[in-house]
């Protein structure tokens, strides 16, 4: 059973940055596509960004391009979530999740436990 482990949030100003950390275990890194999602207060869960399993395709949410980078490496078994010029909206708990099935319509099987982003303004 793949297991995942979120870390690098806390509060943060607004207009900085912050990187987010997911490290697998449990499973064959390189046989899955991750992405990172998030849940604002209130809100449903959001897709954030997503890699495909050698790193070289990515896709971003229109809230976060342009701001967020998102890389993995295969041999560190991490994904990383990389967000600059941070809105008071950037505010959630992001969540890494890993797809074992495929680039289009695949299914996120395995999710952290998530790490809260808070952005002060």
């Known amino acids: 059973q793949l297991q995942l482990v979120e870390s690098g949030g806390g509060l943060v100003q607004a207009g900085d940055s912050v990187r987010l950390s997911c490290v697998a275990s449990g499973g064959t890194f390189n046989t899955y596509i991750f992405g990172w999602f998030r849940q604002a207060p209130g809100k449903e869960r959001d897709f954030v960004a997503s890699?495909?399993?050698?790193?070289?395709?990515?896709m971003y949410a229109d809230s976060v391009k342009g701001r967020a980078t998102i890389s993995r490496n295969n041999a560190e078994n991490t994904v990383w979530l990389h967000m600059s010029r941070l809105k008071s909206e950037d505010t959630a708990v992001y969540y890494c999740?890993?797809?074992?099935?495929?680039?289009?319509?695949?299914?996120?099987?395995?999710w952290g436990q998530g790490t809260h982003v808070t952005v002060s303004s």
């Open positions: 890699i495909s399993r050698q790193g070289g395709g990515t």
């Open positions: 999740a890993a797809n074992p099935t495929g680039w289009y319509g695949g299914q996120y099987l395995y």
